[in-house]
């Protein structure tokens, strides 16, 4: 089956971004959420303000993967058939992910504003599972910004600017459980993304909201807020660079 992502396009952004509400049913989503919970303690990486899981393994210091397949439950049914009906990553070098990060944030818990970077092919697809949460999305600074706020360049950080908090997002995405959001091109490249601290999203509406007509339940969110629960992500990308184990072994033993 091949879908229509026209129909998913969230018109008010920038190239490209698409929503797609119930892009798993109820119990894939238990399952899914029920195979996050059962990975060994090990897997988590606690960060001070969220816990993440990455798959099949971390990228190495040169921003490479070492090549090894994700896990059959990341694959089936998201990658396959869904992704592949959908074909959003028919043009990435490896014309699949490659590569996901589990994150699980509780109320009150986020992730500061930044861009993901060139170690992916510019296109990452998110599956939100166990509650709703409100994605910021921001312009980077401007040199002009940077100077007046008298923040310092940082070697090694985005060269447009430093990410600052206190910065209102230029737009919000609501991302309900179950749903799929797709961000590529301009919108991975120029803009920056994070989830605000908070124990619940306010100021919702078609206003504020820019995938608001999309939504699967808008009724829920007319009152204008909800509290926070512990929502799950999983974000699936290409990591452009992947190197056999073998080379790497023989790269370290220097043959
Ligand atoms: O949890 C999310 O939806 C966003 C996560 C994110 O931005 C990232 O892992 O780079
Ligand atoms: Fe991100």
Redesign the pocket.
Known sequence: MVFDLEAARIAALPDDAFYISDFITVDEENWLLQKVKSAPLPRWTQLSHRRLQTWPSALTKSNALLASPLPAWLISPIIEPRFEALRIFNDAPHQAPNHV?V?E?QPGQG?MP?E?GAAYYPLVA?V?LGAP?V?SVYQKHTQIDREESGTPAKAGRDVAGIPDTNRRPQYRIL?ERRSLLIMRGNMYTDLL?G?EEKTRDEDLGPHSICNWELLREREAYQCGWYERKTRT?L?YRDVLHVVKMGNTLKLLGGR
């Open positions: 990060l994150n944030y992730i930044h993901d998110t939100s949460i994605l991302q993304h989830i992500s974000t």
